[in-house]
Each structure stands twice: as C-alpha cells, then as structure tokens.
C-alpha cells in the first residue's frame, strides 16, 4: 500500500475500525485472561500436538491466524502464544510463524489508527512550529532508527510500539520494515523458551521468563539498541558541530 494513499473521509465512520480495536482489547483483556494461559495449552497439549502431526499446514495456519487476532486486538496472551510456537513448530519453523503473524497483526494496529486519529494527529504535526516542529522533523530524519529502537527496547510494550508511529505520522513501509526485522530477536528467545516448554511441563514447572534478562539474551538485544540509536547520535553531534 503506498504511503500516499488516502482513504475518503467519512466523518466518524473512519474512527471505527480504532474503536472496534480498542473495545474488543478491553473485552478480552477481562474475558480471555483466563484462557490464553501456560495452563490451557498443558491442559490441551496432548490433542494440539495430535493435531499438529494429523494437519501439519492447517495447524499451522490456524495458528498464524490466531495470532494475528491476538496482536491486532491487543489481546492477552501473545507470550503465551509466541512459545506456543516454539512448542508446536519447533525454533526455525516457529519463528517465521511468529515473526510472520505478529507483523500482520501489528500493521492491522498500525493501518486502523493511521486511517482514523493518526490521520488527524498527523496534520496538526504537519502544521506545527516551534519545538514540536523540531520533534516532528528529528523524527523524520531518524524514522527508521528510531523505529528500531521502539521494537528493540525490551521495555516498551508491544502496543505501544504499534500505535505510535501511526499517530506521529511515519511511513507504513518504514513500519513493515522495522516490526518484521525489529520483532527477530525477541522472537527468537521467545521461541526457544516454547521450544522446551514439553519439559517443563512433565516436571510440574512454570515456564521461567527469567531468561529473558539473563546477560546472554538482554547483552545482544542492547548491542542492537545501540546500533540502531548510533545513527541518531551520528547526526546529532553533526547538526551541533555545523551550528
């Protein structure tokens, strides 16, 4: 879709598909937390992995389907299901079904609120002067890192990197580019941490998220932050020397 395609203005109408996202999110944020859980799929792994062997390719895009719903409506449960595709799938085969569905279900986000708030957000910028000038013209500059470090930084949370950039006004294919590239690391630890959840269940355990801090996980993921900030700090020490 290009960047500068415009979807003809309907008054309220255009905000529907944001609120239709926002409620089902608030819905199943009470309804649903009991359900996308470490338990349901103990409880269930015997007749998923069944299945798995019976219907390879249509678990497999049942899955992805799934997943996509999850992230699109904000949904609880997308840790839970991202080691569910480690459990299923396996570390490769589950990565690019995690990796693939997180990235679809992100730009779903992303499109509802360009199209409805973002749209109006984005023109008050345009119009802007002063220090939000600045703001929207350093952003532009450094769309693309700064999109990297929104998905990289294990901080910020998976909406929050989603919504955003729609509302500031970033190209969509900058998005694309970062969610599908930006979302690998953490893919991958999450993945594998599905991958041995088989053992951790004939023991009785709790996956242990912990890992995820460990020094030989979180280390590469803030080696990347840095990569992708070096950029940003380039044209800064740059911009002050040409002043």
Request: charge should be positive; proline fraction near 5%; charged fraction near 15%.
């Given at each position: 879709?290009?960047d500068?395609t ?7 109408a ?5 609120a239709?996202i926002?409620a089902v999110?608030v819905?199943?944020?009470f ?6 859980t470490f338990?349901?799929l103990r409880?269930?792994?015997?007749a998923l992995?069944?299945?798995r062997d ?5 678990m497999a895009?049942a899955f992805v389907g799934?997943y996509?719903?999850i992230?699109a409506?904000?949904?609880?449960g997308?840790?839970v299901?991202s080691m ?7 570390l ?12 679809i ?7 509802a609120?360009?199209?409805g708030?973002g ?9 802007s002067?002063?220090?939000v ?5 350093g952003?532009r500059?450094?769309e693309i890192?700064v999109l990297?470090l929104l998905?990289?930084v ?5 909406f929050?990197?989603?919504l955003v950039p729609a509302?500031v006004g970033?190209k969509?294919?900058n ?7 930006g ?8 993945t594998?941490?599905?991958v041995?959840l088989g053992?951790v269940f004939d023991r009785?355990?709790?996956p ?5 801090w460990?020094?030989?996980?979180i280390?590469?993921?803030i080696?990347?932050?840095?990569l992708a ?13 040409g002043?």
């Amino acid at each position: 879709m290009s960047d500068t395609t415009r979807v003809p203005r309907g008054g309220f109408a255009r905000h529907i598909p944001l609120a239709v996202i926002l409620a089902v999110a608030v819905v199943g944020f009470f309804a649903l937390g009991d359900y996308l859980t470490f338990e349901t799929l103990r409880d269930n792994r015997e007749a998923l992995l069944a299945w798995r062997d019976a219907n390879y390719w249509a678990m497999a895009t049942a899955f992805v389907g799934l997943y996509i719903v999850i992230v699109a409506f904000s949904l609880p449960g997308a840790a839970v299901a991202s080691m569910t595709g480690g459990f299923l799938f396996g570390l490769f085969a589950g990565t690019v079904l995690n990796v693939f569905a997180a990235t679809i279900g992100a730009s779903a986000i992303f499109l509802a609120a360009r199209w409805g708030l973002g749209e109006t957000l984005t023109a008050r910028l345009e119009s802007s002067e002063g220090k939000v000038k600045k703001l929207k013209d350093g952003l532009r500059e450094n769309e693309i890192p700064v999109l990297f470090l929104l998905r990289l930084v294990p901080v910020v949370p998976f909406f929050v990197a989603n919504l955003v950039p729609a509302l500031v006004g970033v190209k969509f294919r900058n998005f694309l580019f970062t969610t599908a590239l930006g979302i690998i690391p953490g893919g991958i630890v999450y993945t594998w941490i599905g991958v041995g959840l088989g053992g951790v269940f004939d023991r009785g355990e709790t996956p242990d998220l912990s890992l995820l801090w460990e020094p030989f996980v979180i280390g590469p993921i803030i080696g990347l932050c840095v990569l992708a900030a070096l950029p940003i700090v380039i044209k800064s020490i740059r911009s002050r020397k040409g002043t």
